[in-house]
Every structure is written in structure tokens, then in C-alpha cells.
């Protein structure tokens, strides 16, 4: 499994100028080792507020961490309940048939 690079607020900001200064997009991807969108997604966070841009690194607090995996934990228990209802209607199916070709004998 890769690991994924972490770039300095300082690096992207490099990265970001030297599109300024006349370079392609494709190109800066190639010699940096980065994804297109993630060239986007820097560009738009610069444009947006050059002042704090990069500044969190990417981390996310204590508390939204435990939300998003409190979130994901719901989803996981949702898609598990619906599975092992629609197993429960099936099995309820084939218990009544099962039943109904017993009394026919």
C-alpha cells in the first residue's frame, strides 16, 4: 500500500506559483507527483482565502473525527439491518411454503 505524500503549506503555495508562471497543469502533476484534482482543490482553497490556505494540513479535529466515525458506524448497522430483514422475510417465505407441503401430504 502507498503512502501518501504530505506537501508543506510552503511546497503547495511553490506548486501553485509555478503555474502562475506560465507552466501546465499536466505538466506541474508530472514533475510533482500529483493528481489533477488535487492541483484544483489546491487552487481553489488559495483562491478562496490565500491568507490560510494549507494551513490545517488536512487534519480534522478530535470531535468531527468521532462524528465521521460515528457516521460511518450508522451506515455500516443500517446496510447490516436491511440485509438481515430482507434474510428474515426469506426465511419467514420459505418456512410458510415449507409448512403448506407438509399439511398437503
Known sequence: MKTRKKFTRETKISILRELENGK???QVCRENGIH???LSK???E???NPRIAFSSNGNISKPEAKLAESERLIGQL???NTFLK???ASLETK???????REGN
Open 46 to 48: 488559495y483562491k478562496e
Open 86 to 88: 430482507k434474510v428474515l
Open 24 to 26: 501546465s497543469a499536466a
Open 42 to 44: 489546491w487552487k481553489l
Open 95 to 101: 418456512l410458510h411454503e415449507h409448512q403448506k407441503q
Open 78 to 80: 443500517y446496510a447490516e
Open 36 to 38: 489533477p484534482s488535487m
